[in-house]
């Protein structure tokens, strides 16, 4: 069934799913692009070997934290304020990053501008859910992971080739611009999907209740699980990329580049065929199916890496576990968070933010556990992705045991 949408926005064309995939790719873009410049960066700041992944843990941290509070303000003042000052903080720290001259400063600045930028994760979510729900849903959430799903596999490649003519601070003036044309764009395109009557009045008491009310949901708490444990299997990758591809593998930074337009590929293609086998397959059996795969794939890749067949051995053969994984997790990611927020439309935004919350704190731990973790080769990633695979299958596991499991799906 299809949530009623505000006068101004009877409909989600094309353009504004383009301009949502673009501002929702602010995520990926400070994620992955730096992610070639890590060397630079340890030894620019002085954080010394390693410190760069801490980086990284900042920026997920500061995403958590902004997110919880993103999505209460987008349903108390809309979606289109919120969203323009969440943009306008992550380009000023941008800018802040781009100047930083110590390592401490910096991840501040990187705490600082994923708190803003949280609001380009929780607000477009939140939007779709003005608009859509059910299969109709989740069609849209794969077209605008369609236009996010680029921006990974073009972001290592561009901090490739900045780094080639400039050093790493030029990502993050690239990135401030990049906030500022995101603002244009919602001002001048984007109507707000939540009208002024379903607009919810809180205060701080009343926004840790509704939270805890939504967190206690069965149908939310389960799939809001498996969602959350999805996004920890991709930061087990992204945590352990550069370790793993650069200094054991020994990729050079156009292999590097190339693998990761491939593993982008594969997610981007996972999405794409979920929306099209949700008009003839239930999202419950689409999930577990995908869920299935990972955990098959996962306990191969880790009994491989364990023996030392994968890593350095066979690199190719270690690119192909990291892909089929990934391409499994473009058909857990849409439907598992159009069916944690089918109950709660009338807040969609707090429900959009409790997610994202749950996504990135664990995501931050994931960068740490891969960073961690004994064994050397391709045994930190294998373990940290299978990690989150067993996660998503326990939260498979209590979304069965809910007897409603399908109420609110179709």
């Not at 009343?206 to 939504?214: A, C, F, M, T």
């Not at 930061?235 to 292999?255: C, I, K, R, W």
Request: net charge positive; glycine share 14%; hydrophobic share 50%.
């Amino acid at each position: 069934m299809t949530a009623p949408s505000s006068p101004q926005t009877p409909t989600l064309p094309f353009r504004l799913i383009f301009l949502l995939g673009l501002v929702t790719a602010i995520g990926p873009l400070s994620t992955d692009m730096y992610l070639p410049a890590f060397p630079s960066v340890e030894r620019d700041l002085g954080g010394g070997p390693g410190s760069a992944q801490f980086t990284l843990g900042a920026w997920f941290l500061g995403l958590a934290f902004g997110q919880f509070s993103q999505g209460p303000l987008s349903d108390r003042f809309g979606r289109k304020g919120p969203l323009v000052v969440g943009l306008g903080v992550y380009a000023l720290a941008s800018v802040g990053c781009a100047l930083a001259s110590g390592y401490h400063l910096f991840c501040l600045f990187r705490f600082i501008g994923a708190f803003g930028g949280s609001a380009s994760a929780v607000i477009p979510r939140a939007i779709v859910r003005d608009v859509a729900t059910g299969k109709k849903g989740a069609h849209i959430m794969a077209q605008l992971t369609l236009v996010f799903g680029v921006m990974p596999v073009l972001a290592p490649g561009l901090g490739s080739l900045v780094l080639k003519v400039g050093d790493w601070r030029w990502i993050f003036w690239i990135g401030a611009l990049y906030g500022v044309a995101a603002i244009i764009g919602v001002m001048l395109m984007l109507p707000d999907t939540l009208a002024v009557a379903k607009r919810i009045r809180f205060r701080p008491v009343e926004i840790l209740l509704r939270y805890r009310s939504i967190l206690r949901e069965p149908v939310f708490f389960s799939n809001a699980l498996i969602t959350t444990f999805s996004t920890f299997v991709m930061f087990a990758y992204l945590g352990s990329a550069p370790v793993l591809f650069e200094q054991t593998l020994h990729f050079s930074a156009g292999a590097f580049g190339l693998f990761f337009g491939a593993n982008a590929a594969a997610f981007i293609m996972g999405t794409q065929i979920n929306g099209r086998l949700i008009h003839r397959v239930s999202m419950p059996a689409l999930l577990e199916g995908a869920i299935l795969w990972a955990f098959a794939l996962g306990c191969v890749f880790v009994a491989l890496a364990l023996t030392g067949v994968v890593g350095l051995a066979h690199p190719w053969l270690t690119c192909i576990f990291i892909v089929g994984m990934t391409g499994a997790l473009g058909f857990i990611g849409p439907n598992g968070t159009v069916m944690s927020f089918s109950r709660h439309g009338h807040q969609a935004g707090s429900a959009s933010a409790l997610l994202g919350t749950m996504q990135f704190s664990f995501g931050s731990l994931s960068s740490v556990l891969v960073g961690l973790l004994p064994g050397g080769g391709a045994i930190p990633t294998a373990v940290g992705m299978m990690t989150g695979v067993i996660g998503m299958a326990i939260g498979d596991l209590l979304r069965r045991r809910t007897s409603d499991q399908h109420e609110g799906y179709e």
